[in-house]
C-alpha cells in the first residue's frame, strides 16, 4: 500500500524519475488505486496536467478506463480540466468516449454543459454518443445543448444526427423544450416521426434567435420553480453520498520538501480512533472538485478542514481559517489557497440556502461580467502582455485559468504587487504591467496609484522552489 502511495504522489507532483523507478520494482502496480478516492496514477497525472507523466503511463500499457469512487474516468476529468491536449491523448490511446459517472453523466455531457465547443468537436469526432442519457434527469447531451442556449455547440451536434425524441425524467425531449422555450433554437418544418428521427433524416430549421446569435453561450432557464431546482440538488445530493462510501485507512501525508517522496506517518487523534476509519466526504469533494482544486481534498479531509459548512462558519468567528493555517497543513500553491478562502467566504454569506450544494452553486459565480464567457488561457492572457515566459510561473503557482486570478478582483485576496514578487515575477515593470492589465479586465474604479516595489529578489521564493 505504501508503494501505491508513493506511486500517487509522484504522479500529483510531475516526478517523473521517481515513477520510473518505482514501476522497474513493481510494474503490477501501475493500475492500483488508493481504497479512499479510487484515484490511480492516471487518474492523477490527468488531474494534474502532467502530460509527460501520462505519456510515460500510456507507454507502459496503463488502463485509460478505470473508475474512481464517483465514476469518474481519466477521460472525464481531462473534460472537466478543459485540457484539450490531454484528452487528445488519451482518446488517441484508445479511451473509451462514453464512460458513464455513478450520475450517469459521460464526457460529452459535461463538456456540453461547461460550454467548450471544442472539446465538443473532438469527442463527437471519436464517437461519443449524444444520445446517452444521465441516470439522475434522464436527460442527454442533446437536452443540455437545447437547454444551454449555446448555438454553436448545437448544431454541432445536429451534424451527428442525435435523436430528438428521448424523454428525460419530467417527459421532454429536447424538441419540447426547444419549442417551449422563450427563446427557441428549434423550429420545426416538417413533421417529424420518432422513425425518422432515428434515422437522421428529420428536417431542423434554426430560430432566428439561433442564427443571429453573435455569442457562444446565450443562457436561457426553463421555467422552473425554485422549489423544484432544491429537490433536484437535494436528489443529487443523496445520489452523490449513496455511491461514495468508503473506508479510509491510516492517515498519512506525504513529505512535500523538494522532490523527496519520503513518508511520514501522523497518529490519529483519540477520537478519531474512538470512530472509527473516516468516509469520504461527498460535500467537500463536490466543493473542491467545482473550485477545480480536487487534488487538495485528502490534504483538507486528513487536516480534519472536512466539513464545508463548518468551515463557511468558521469565518464569521473570530478564529477563521486564514492562508498561514494552509500554508501549515501543507497547501503550497498561492493560488490554490486564495481562491479557495474566497469561496469559503462566499459561502459564509449564504445564510438562508437550506443546501450547502445550493450554496456552492450560488457563491462560486465570477464577479458580474469577469471572465464568465471567456475562455481565454494564461498563455495567452500574457502574451497579449508580451510576458508568454511567465505562463509556468503562474500555473505552478496555481493560477491554472484566468479566471483563477480575476476572480479574486476586489476581494482580501487579490493579486497585488507582493503577490506577484513571491511567485517569481522579479521585474517591477513587468509586475506593474499585470497589475494594470486585472484593472483594466476587471472593470474596478479607478484609485491610488498601483504600488509597486522597486526591489526584489532575482529568484523564486522558498514556497515557489517547493512548488
Known amino acids: 500500500m505504501e508503494s501505491v502511495q508513493l506511486i ?58 478505470i473508475k474512481n469512487r464517483m465514476g469518474e474516468t481519466p477521460l472525464h476529468q481531462a ?94 425531449t429536447p424538441e419540447d423544450l426547444g419549442k417551449s422555450s422563450t427563446k427557441p433554437l428549434i423550429n420545426v418544418s ?17 430560430s432566428p434567435t439561433y442564427t443571429r446569435c453573435n455569442s457562444d453561450i446565450s443562457i436561457f ?43 511520514i506517518d501522523y497518529e490519529r487523534t483519540e477520537s478519531e480512533a474512538k470512530s472509527g476509519p473516516n468516509e469520504i466526504k461527498p460535500e467537500l469533494y463536490k466543493w473542491l472538485k467545482s473550485l477545480r482544486l480536487l487534488n487538495e481534498y485528502e490534504l483538507l479531509a ?16 473570530s478564529l477563521p481559517v486564514t492562508e498561514k493555517s494552509l500554508i501549515k497543513i501543507g497547501m503550497d500553491k498561492l493560488g490554490h489557497r486564495r481562491r479557495l478562502l474566497l469561496s469559503l467566504e462566499r459561502l459564509s454569506h449564504k445564510d ?34 508580451s510576458l508568454a515566459e511567465l505562463t509556468e510561473l503562474f500555473k505552478k503557482a496555481g493560477f491554472e ?3 483563477d486570478f480575476m476572480s479574486l478582483s476586489g476581494s482580501p485576496w487579490a493579486l497585488d504587487d507582493s503577490v506577484l514578487t513571491e511567485i517569481g515575477v522579479d521585474k517591477p515593470g513587468y509586475r506593474h504591467r499585470i497589475l494594470a492589465k486585472i484593472r483594466e479586465n476587471s472593470g474596478l474604479a479607478k484609485g491610488e496609484e498601483l504600488v509597486i516595489e522597486k526591489t526584489s529578489n532575482n529568484s523564486a521564493c522558498e514556497l515557489c522552489n517547493i512548488m
Open 79 to 172: 473534460v472537466e480540466c478543459k485540457n484539450l491536449k490531454m484528452i487528445k491523448v488519451l482518446l488517441k490511446h484508445g479511451a473509451d468516449p462514453n464512460p458513464q459517472q455513478n450520475d450517469g453523466e459521460t464526457p460529452l455531457h459535461l463538456a456540453v454543459s461547461k460550454g467548450n465547443y471544442k472539446v465538443v468537436c473532438l469527442l463527437l469526432e471519436n464517437k461519443a454518443n449524444p444520445n446517452i442519457a444521465n441516470f439522475v434527469y434522464g436527460k442527454t447531451p442533446v437536452h443540455y445543448a437545447v437547454e444551454s442556449g449555446n448555438t454553436k455547440i448545437f448544431i454541432e451536434i445536429l451534424k451527428y444526427n442525435p435523436n430528438m425524441y428521448i424523454r428525460d425524467k419530467s417527459g421532454y
Open 401 to 403: 485559468e484566468v479566471e
Open 352 to 385: 438562508d440556502d437550506t443546501s450547502i450544494l445550493s450554496q456552492i452553486q450560488c457563491c462560486l459565480a465570477l464577479p458580474s461580467g469577469i471572465w464568465s464567457n471567456n475562455f481565454i488561457t494564461v498563455e495567452k492572457w500574457l502574451e497579449d502582455l
Open 221 to 263: 432557464t426553463e421555467n422552473k420553480s425554485i422549489d423544484t431546482k432544491i429537490r433536484q440538488i437535494e436528489m443529487m445530493h443523496k445520489k452523490i453520498r449513496e455511491t461514495v462510501r468508503s473506508s479510509v485507512d491510516t492517515i498519512k501525508r506525504l513529505d512535500r520538501s523538494g522532490s523527496s517522496l519520503q513518508e
Open 8 to 65: 500517487l504522489k509522484a504522479c500529483r507532483i510531475g516526478d517523473l524519475e521517481s515513477l520510473q523507478s518505482l514501476l522497474e520494482k513493481s510494474p503490477e502496480l501501475i493500475d492500483e488505486t488508493d481504497n479512499k478516492l479510487g484515484w490511480n496514477g492516471l487518474y492523477c497525472s490527468v488531474m494534474c496536467g502532467h502530460l509527460d507523466i501520462t505519456k510515460y503511463l500510456l507507454r507502459q500499457n496503463a488502463n485509460l478506463n
Open 190 to 206: 416538417h413533421a417529424i416521426t420518432p422513425e425518422t428521427a432515428e434515422a437522421g433524416s428529420m428536417t431542423l430549421l434554426l
Open 302 to 317: 486528513q487536516a480534519g478542514y472536512d466539513d464545508v459548512a463548518q468551515l463557511a462558519k468558521q469565518m464569521k468567528t
